[in-house]
């Protein structure tokens, strides 16, 4: 694959700003996007080309619209999109989206983030690689008979982790099997 010359950049405001400085130091030129709340940002100054995106879409669901970044990247002839981090950065369909229109994503393949995108498949992708994990469960069930056995075999305290989610969400402490119960554990649904 061709090197490439042109990145827009999926994102805003100091993360934007820090991938444009990172592809002016490699000689490549940097496209912005911005939503109509962010006309005024520094990130769309700082950038050698910059476009709206989004009308009548609020700030948030401007810059999550797929279809609008890749309309800007084909418009103004952007090879590469760097997402940042946040809004698109964790979303497959978004790198199918750059894959089907001949734009490359700078980040990993979607069938890595989809390997990846939820706590038990990457446990499993870790243990295949030899990566040394902290004992745990796979995803629980609603037998709570199970649930504690389970728990009991790892032993306290315990971590209790939603398999979706990031950024510390859905994360419980539980110091002993008295809690195990009052901590608001759920059964999944399937």
């Not at 490549?28 to 995106?53: C, G, N, W």
């Not at 971590?159 to 195990?180: H, T, V, Y």
Request: charged share 25%; glycine share 12%; aromatic share 6%.
């Amino acid at each position: 694959m061709a090197e490439f010359q042109k990145i827009l950049i999926a994102n805003r405001g100091e993360i934007a700003i820090r991938i444009m400085r990172a592809a002016n130091e490699m000689g490549k030129r940097t496209v912005a996007v911005y939503a109509d709340e962010d006309k005024l940002s520094l990130h769309r100054f700082k950038a050698d080309e910059a476009y709206r995106i989004g009308e009548g879409l609020g700030p948030v669901a401007a810059y999550l619209s797929i279809e609008e970044v890749i309309r800007v990247a084909k418009m103004c002839g952007a090879d590469a999109i760097h997402p940042g981090y946040g809004l698109l950065s964790e979303n497959p369909d978004f790198v199918d989206a750059c894959d089907a229109a001949g734009i490359r994503f700078i980040g990993p393949r979607a069938e890595t983030m989809r390997a990846l995108g939820d706590k038990a498949s990457a446990r499993q992708v870790a243990i295949a690689a030899g990566v040394p994990v902290i004992p745990a469960t796979g995803v629980l069930g609603d037998d709570m008979k199970k649930v504690r056995k389970e728990a009991d075999e790892i032993g306290y305290p315990l971590m209790l982790k939603a398999s979706w989610g990031g950024g510390g969400r859905g994360m419980r402490p539980i110091q002993s099997a008295d809690e195990l119960e009052e901590m608001g554990w759920m059964p999944l649904s399937p």
